[in-house]
């Protein structure tokens, strides 16, 4: 075998996923990705109420918290033909914009930035001169010297005490850090308040579905009845309480994280040549303007674009069994009619093979990449591997002539002194998401208004029950239900018999991106963006590879599966 780096956890990511890259050189010539645990909601869902199914499926993860609910009562909707009323899509779009809003400002600066930010040269920023850098970026009000000062005072007690804490672990004073100490200083700082600030996002889900994470949702709608006049309901206080945090999210948003991310980008301009890949970028679209899941009436579009052909979108059917495909010829699994075949989500498979499919005993030291190497399935449209996510989302958007995309994308690029081709990269990616990001507090404001509108003109509906009972259902129906989640393309399919669930398949983001290699040896996104203009400074502390890793903000637990290897059981839960 090769000799080859492995990252094994890749930390700041949910879940666990391992990475070994072949170098030839200080290059890397071939990467891997592995996810190396297992998950199996599929499985536990099969024989139930479809009703249900949402509360189940949200539980695929944590940290994506409502994502899967709606994915799954999206699904049984449209098995069922079942429409929302317009007030119960205008709380749902609220409560996934609040998801996105959250989730790209933590990703940033708790999980990404510090790939970027040597936090132990913090301690050497002269705290007047790091006043001054913020307000040359930002009018944020807290960027005083004294302020800057408490927080450098901060840090030193963390590194004199030996512990770093929430910063340990960290390649600090990596040749591949380039910020001067006063960036490094602001960005620390920002990213000790974007701690206490991502209370807001939980406690909007809060107010519209009880609690955070894993907030309660309701196929045919949502469970927050509107009452105006009732303490027991969504009334005028709560209502207002909504309006306050989007105006704080979009504080934060437009004076900390789209300023903080293109300054630091500044820095980083030759990471606008790497970490691009595939070329090759999918969306289902989503956060739909009326009460119909209509394409037509989505802020993010749908659609596909190949080769960076941003003259040509290509039209997504996920009910065509000849478009999304999962493959598993590199996967721990066996498909009934071999490993070389595709199946369509509806046809679905999940056949844990890891002792038949090339799983190599633990501890181990490298994969056996000839044949199984990942518990992640190979995700293909029309047989293109494709990569999802906030890059593919703001490409299909300014692909389709949205005005207010081109002019951020404009405006980001202009200041960068960068062209439109950087977008096609790890900095692209993660410019992306800031940029997505300003969109989204944007229309959070519209969501809202529209929201008032729809109630001052008297209509406070929440929840379509007219076919809530099983006894109207047809005998066999089938749905899918989609969304674009913070990142990507999620979609979960399902097919109802007799009233019970017969088969669920979820195709998630970080299986189309963080998949390995199909049948005929493309690679997932992950791995043909390590092969893209990758070299190391140092193949001990490779923070390049993590660098265009975390671009993707990877969430392995929803990508795998899982299953009791002794009894086959996956989980029982009796209810007394």
Not at 552 to 575: M, R, Y
Request: include cysteine.
């Amino acid at each position: 075998m090769s000799q080859r780096v492995v990252v094994d956890p890749i930390t700041r990511i949910e879940g666990h996923l391992r990475i070994e890259a072949e170098l030839s050189g200080d290059r890397i010539a071939r990467a891997y990705s592995s996810g190396t645990s297992v998950r199996g909601i599929e499985t536990i869902l099969r024989g139930r109420d479809p009703r249900e199914a949402w509360a189940f499926a949200q539980r695929i993860c944590g940290v994506c918290t409502l994502v899967h609910g709606i994915a799954s009562v999206r699904a049984v909707e449209d098995a069922l033909g079942i429409t929302p009323p317009l007030n119960a899509q205008r709380i749902r779009n609220l409560m996934i914009g609040a998801q996105y809003i959250h989730d790209h400002v933590m990703h940033f600066y708790h999980l990404h930035a510090l790939d970027w930010v040597d936090v132990v040269s913090a301690l050497e920023a002269d705290p007047a001169a790091t006043s001054t850098l913020a307000q040359t970026i930002s009018p944020w009000p807290k960027s005083s010297p004294g302020y800057f000062s408490e927080v450098r005072k901060r840090l030193r007690g963390f590194v004199e005490s030996g512990q770093l804490g929430i910063f340990a672990n960290g390649y600090w004073g990596h040749p591949a850090y380039r910020l001067p100490p006063e960036a490094n200083l602001m960005a620390v700082a920002h990213y000790l308040e974007a701690l206490a600030w991502q209370r807001d996002a939980s406690r909007l889900h809060a107010i519209f579905g009880g609690k955070n994470p894993h907030p309660n949702f309701v196929v045919g709608g949502v469970p927050c009845p509107i009452d105006l006049d009732s303490d027991s309901a969504l009334d005028a206080s709560r209502l207002a309480e909504v309006a306050a945090i989007i105006a704080r999210m979009r504080s934060f948003v437009e004076q900390v994280y789209l300023p903080d991310t293109l300054a630091i980008a500044g820095f980083y301009k030759d990471w606008a040549e790497r970490g691009e890949g595939l070329g090759n970028f999918l969306c289902y679209g989503d956060l739909p303007s009326g009460e119909t899941l209509s394409p037509e009436g989505f802020l993010f579009p749908r659609g596909v674009i190949l080769g960076r052909d941003l003259d040509t979108v290509h039209e997504i059917d996920l009910d065509d069994p000849g478009q999304i495909q999962e493959f598993i010829a590199h996967s721990w699994y066996d498909y009934p009619e071999g490993k070389e075949r595709g199946l369509h989500p509806y046809a679905g498979e999940t056949r844990l093979d890891y002792d038949g499919r090339g799983g190599v005993r633990p501890p181990y030291t490298q994969l056996d990449v000839a044949d199984g190497y990942s518990w992640i399935k190979s995700p293909r449209w029309k047989g293109h591997a494709v990569e999802v996510g906030p890059l593919a989302r703001v490409l299909l958007l300014y692909a389709r002539g949205h005005e207010q995309t081109r002019e951020l994308v404009g405006q980001a690029l202009r200041q960068l002194e960068l062209p439109i081709t950087a977008l096609y990269s790890t900095l692209g990616r993660t410019a992306a998401r800031a940029l997505e990001t300003r969109l989204l507090v944007d229309a959070m404001d519209d969501w809202y208004r529209g929201l008032i509108d729809n109630i001052r003109a008297g209509d406070t509906r929440t929840f379509d029950a007219r076919t809530w009972d099983p006894e109207t259902w047809p005998r066999e129906a089938r749905g899918a239900g989609y969304m674009e989640a913070p990142r990507g393309a999620l979609g979960h399919w399902i097919v109802i018999r007799d009233g019970r669930i017969e088969n669920y398949q979820a195709v998630v983001p970080s299986t189309w991106n963080a998949g390995p290699r199909d049948a005929e040896e493309q690679p997932g996104a992950y791995e043909a963006a390590l092969e893209h203009n990758h070299q190391l400074a140092d193949p001990r502390q490779p923070v390049e590879i993590l660098r265009t890793i975390h671009s993707f903000d990877p969430c392995i637990a929803c990508a795998v599966h899982l299953a009791d290897p002794d009894s086959g059981e996956q989980l029982e839960i009796k209810v007394c």
